[in-house]
């Protein structure tokens, strides 16, 4: 178990926005997806976990003043 973090990709991507000056986009991919195929119900909990983490943290970047 102590390796998923290899099959989890709770990787955060943050780049400029073309279209709007002086704004970043951050995107975040889904771990949920990975936890699904490995077929190990266990970590599906901990995907949830790292998805409801992410969300808050992406949530809290779009509500910070300009």
């Given amino acids: 178990m ?3 973090g290899l099959l989890l990709p709770c990787n ?7 279209t709007a000056e002086n704004s ?3 995107d975040a991919m889904n ?6 195929v490995t077929g190990e119900p ?5 995907a949830d976990e790292a ?3 992410l969300q808050a943290a992406l ?4 509500t910070q003043p300009h």
Wanted: net charge positive.
């Fill in 59 to 62: 949530d809290s970047l779009n």
């Fill in 42 to 46: 266990a970590l599906g909990a901990i």
């Fill in 24 to 26: 970043v986009i951050v």
């Fill in 12 to 18: 955060v991507v943050v780049r400029a926005d073309r």
């Fill in 51 to 53: 998805t409801t983490r």
């Fill in 31 to 36: 771990p949920a997806p990975m936890a699904e």
């Fill in 2 to 4: 102590r390796q998923i």
